[in-house]
């Protein structure tokens, strides 16, 4: 059985639509839906955005795990892969890029992994509080941490599964970089106390500032395509694990 992460329905929507047999499940009171690949049995969990509500869903989702009975393989996890968006920090990563995360990863791949037809860049990823909106923050973490990409949840996940024993692979789609940012600020876009865009701010936004719109709409439509290319590389993994 395969657990696999998602911060928001919005990452997941493309995969889950490759899963049959498609049920609700419940885990200590977390929701998650669980499902088929060929003859592999996978439960997708949202863990949210940031570090309170991901550490909030990822404990109580993994303590359940822990509580069923030993040798229920039907139950318990043989691994989790942390999936979903990442931010590039330099101009290493391109739209659309795959990254496995080595730091985060105790799932252990042969040296010449690769998904199919797919490019995967192998390096550091790094978990950060909030949306970086700034090129120039985004070069100046790039060169102090070593890591390629940010994301905001991977860190707090795989401390989840190293307390639980549970092996961990992170696999990220890079949606954004320095050079091709966010259609608005951060704080526009998404409010991480109400884990939702506040429409009503974003529509404010956009009306005072009618030149973010074309963008608004590019970034849909490049969101919609590491969507796409996120699902088909989570499917090329499952088959090759």
């Given amino acids: 059985m395969i657990a696999i992460t998602f911060a928001l329905p919005a990452e997941s929507r493309e995969f889950l639509r490759s899963l049959t047999n498609k049920s609700r499940a419940d885990r200590n009171g977390v929701r998650t839906v669980r499902g088929k690949i060929d003859d592999r049995t996978i439960e997708v ?3 949210g955005v940031g570090e309170r509500v991901c550490r ?3 404990g109580k ?5 822990g509580r069923i009975r030993a040798g229920d393989h039907d139950q318990n996890f043989d691994y989790l892969i942390s999936a979903g968006f990442a931010g590039a920090l330099n ?3 391109q739209l659309g890029d795959l990254l496995l995360a080595k730091n985060f990863s105790t799932l252990r791949l042969e040296e010449n992994f690769s998904l199919s037809t797919l490019p995967i860049h192998i390096a550091d990823l790094l978990t950060v509080p ?4 700034s090129s120039e923050e ?8 070593g890591a390629v990409a940010v994301d905001m949840e991977t860190e707090f996940i795989a401390r989840g599964c190293a307390a639980h024993a549970i092996p961990v692979l992170s696999l990220r789609v890079i949606s954004d970089t320095p050079r091709e940012l966010f259609p608005a600020p951060a ?9 939702q865009t506040r429409m009503l701010k974003l529509a404010t936004h956009l009306l005072a500032h009618p030149t973010s719109v074309p963008r608004l709409v590019q970034f849909a439509r490049r969101i919609a395509r590491a969507r796409k290319t996120l699902a088909n590389a989570l499917i090329a993994l499952i088959d090759k694990l």
């Fill in 45 to 47: 969990l949202h863990t």
């Fill in 56 to 58: 909030q869903r990822v």
């Fill in 61 to 65: 989702f993994l303590s359940a795990t």
């Fill in 91 to 93: 101009d290493q990563l």
């Fill in 130 to 133: 909030a949306l970086i909106d």
């Fill in 138 to 145: 985004r070069n100046k973490l790039a060169l102090t941490s």
């Fill in 187 to 195: 704080n526009v876009l998404f409010d991480i106390e109400r884990q």
